[in-house]
Nanobody
Framework: QVQLVESGGGSVQAGGSLRLSCAASGFTASTNYMGWFRQAPGKEREGVAAIYGRRGWTVYADSVKGHFTTSQDNPKNIVYLQMNSLKPEDSAMYYC?????????????????WGQGTQVTVSS
């Protein structure tokens, strides 16, 4: 049974950092696409980063390039999202999700299995 559990969210001031973790079970994360998504109140869910494969191919949304980094710990089956230089507009519920072969690596509709989410709040 596929299970994803996010952790690491919290409240920080603008310019601060957080590292989110997504612990995967029931499958090997490095054989799937692992995506990070966020959803703010009243907005659509958007993809921010994805990672794939044992060598860790990555892709990022333009809005987070240069200040978010996703990585994976293959032995632990955990995927991370390091978020630096956080801005108030980064505030959202953050989710990790997995898909075998998504049509778009950052397209939430292509992902079938989701974690419960972790809240990130950035104050100015």
């Amino acid at each position: 049974q596929v299970q994803l559990v996010e952790s690491g969210g919290g409240s920080v001031q603008a310019g601060g950092s957080l590292r989110l973790s997504c612990a995967a079970s029931g499958f090997t994360a490095s054989t799937n696409y692992m995506g990070w998504f966020r959803q703010a109140p009243g907005k659509e869910r958007e993809g921010v980063a994805a990672i794939y494969g044992r060598r860790g191919w990555t892709v990022y949304a333009d809005s987070v390039k240069g200040h978010f980094t996703t990585s994976q710990d293959n032995p632990k089956n955990i995927v991370y999202l390091q978020m630096n230089s956080l801005k108030p507009e980064d505030s959202a519920m953050y989710y990790c999700a997995t898909a075998r072969r998504p049509g778009e690596a950052l397209g939430p509709r292509y992902y079938n299995d989701w974690g419960q989410g972790t809240q990130v709040t950035v104050s100015s």
